[in-house]
């Protein structure tokens, strides 16, 4: 709501936001909350993966069952309510939608959720990779909520930043993936479109990374009462 009221603000000050009108930032912004809120249903044993699982010892138990230890921490925890997240997106994407007469074809709607799938697996694989760090530095915080606090960047136009901060967005934290490319694609911002095409290829880059990064702190892992 807050999120939204920002939006609002901004735009009854300034016609433009760059060259991106009212609903096409709205557009953005609604788009975005679909593969966060995918994500956090998911996510909260990340957030707290240091604390609970390494400090705490939790992560014994877990490499007792003979069951993958990723799934376990994923699963041993849901935050439905996130759902919410998605069909405040979808609703604010489809009311943008009409705004800016959109013209959606099958394939769009193909994209659509195969960019929302891409968008949540590259937030789960960028916290993944920050939280299996906990494997070698044990914090009960970590640099998981800062991180997360960079998601905000991914629900306003890239290009309003500096080139570092899109860089930064782009290719070492990439949330422009999650959100901003995918969007200017259903806009029909054609400037983007090689970076649109790129995004199941950083998706599936970043997965397998996150991967070996967690199973490389599975086998690093100590247990605290050793």
């Known amino acids: 709501v807050l999120g939204f009221g920002f939006v609002l603000v901004l735009f009854s000050k300034i016609p433009k936001l760059q060259d991106w009108s009212f609903y096409e930032v709205l557009f953005l912004y609604g788009f975005s909350l679909i593969p966060l809120g995918l994500f956090n249903i998911l996510s909260w044993n990340l957030y707290e ?4 699982y390494i400090i705490q010892g939790r992560f014994d138990r877990i ?8 799934f376990q921490v994923l699963f041993e925890k849901f ?14 994407v489809a009311i943008c939608s009409g705004h800016l007469r959109l013209a959606w074809h099958t394939t769009d709607y193909f994209w659509f959720v195969t960019m929302a799938i ?17 494997f070698w530095f044990e914090d009960r915080v970590g640099i998981v909520p800062p991180v997360f606090n960079m998601l905000t960047f991914g629900r ?19 949330f422009a993936f999650a959100s901003f490319y995918p969007v200017t694609h259903f806009l029909g911002r054609e400037a983007f479109a090689p970076l649109f095409r790129l ?3 950083v998706t599936l880059a970043f997965a397998i990374l996150a991967r070996i990064v967690w199973d490389n702190g599975v086998r690093n892992y100590s247990s605290t009462g050793s």
């Open 49 to 52: 993966f240091g604390d609970l």
């Open 63 to 70: 490499l007792l069952r003979p069951v993958d230890t990723l």
């Open 79 to 92: 935050r439905l309510e996130s759902l919410q997240e998605v069909v405040t997106g979808i609703t604010v």
């Open 118 to 134: 891409c968008g949540a697996v590259i937030y789960f694989a960028v916290f993944l990779l920050l939280t299996a760090v906990s």
């Open 156 to 174: 306003y136009p890239l290009t309003i930043y500096n080139l570092y901060i899109q860089f930064l967005l782009s290719w070492i934290i990439p």
């Open 199 to 201: 995004v199941p290829v």
